[in-house]
């Protein structure tokens, strides 16, 4: 599946925006402080999202699953 595949539905960020496809997240990511990325609950997301853009099916509601839970900190730290 393409990056640009979109999510089931989005993910809304607390600041304001969305996360609406895995490039999305995946650049959301990316953009965070270096020591930020490195941790368990970022690093699992990242997994999912690869997993979702080789896979797709189900590995797409993972990926927003793990998504959700590093934004809001529940990500296994």
Do not use: C
């Not at 609950?41 to 793990?66: D, Y």
Request: aromatic share 8%.
């Amino acid at each position: 599946m393409p990056w640009s595949t979109p999510f089931d539905e989005p993910i809304t960020l607390r600041r304001g925006g969305s996360l609406v496809t895995l490039q999305q997240a995946a650049d959301y990511i990316m953009k965070l402080p270096e020591d930020a990325q490195q941790e368990t609950r970022w690093q699992v997301a990242v997994e999912h999202l690869i997993n979702g853009a080789e896979t797709g099916g189900g590995w797409l509601m993972f990926a927003r699953i793990a998504m959700l839970r590093a934004l809001n900190g529940d990500g296994g730290n």
